[in-house]
Nanobody, 120 residues
């Protein structure tokens, strides 16, 4: 079992920055990648970014490139999503997840979600 605990969400004005943290515990050896998803009000859950656990290879979706940075500290079992120049359209509940394989079609574990609200 891998347990994920998120923190760092909150209310921020447009143009501001926020860093989300995801603390992993349990069988962290099994983690292949950690990713972040978000769900805006009335919208489907959207994949945002991921980082491979071993080599820290990263990927972010086009809409957040240049603003969001995903990273991990393997020794500390921590993942991060650094969000700069936040905009109202970034508002939503952000979820941390992990996979043992290479596909995000069925994440193995989810965090509880942390709410990000960006005001204009």
């Amino acid at each position: 079992q891998v347990h994920l605990e998120e923190s760092g969400g909150g209310l921020v004005q447009a143009g501001g920055s926020l860093t989300l943290s995801c603390a992993a515990s349990g069988n962290t050896f099994s983690i292949y990648a950690m990713g972040w998803f978000r769900q805006a009000p009335g919208q489907d859950r959207e994949f945002v970014a991921d980082v491979s656990w071993k080599d820290a290879f990263t990927y972010v979706i086009d809409s957040v490139k240049g603003r969001f940075t995903i990273s991990r500290d393997k020794a500390k079992n921590m993942g991060y999503l650094r969000m700069n120049n936040l905009q109202p359209e970034d508002t939503g509940v952000y979820y941390c997840a992990t996979i043992r394989g290479s596909s995000w079609s069925q994440p193995d574990y989810w965090g509880q979600g942390t709410r990000v609200t960006v005001s204009s």
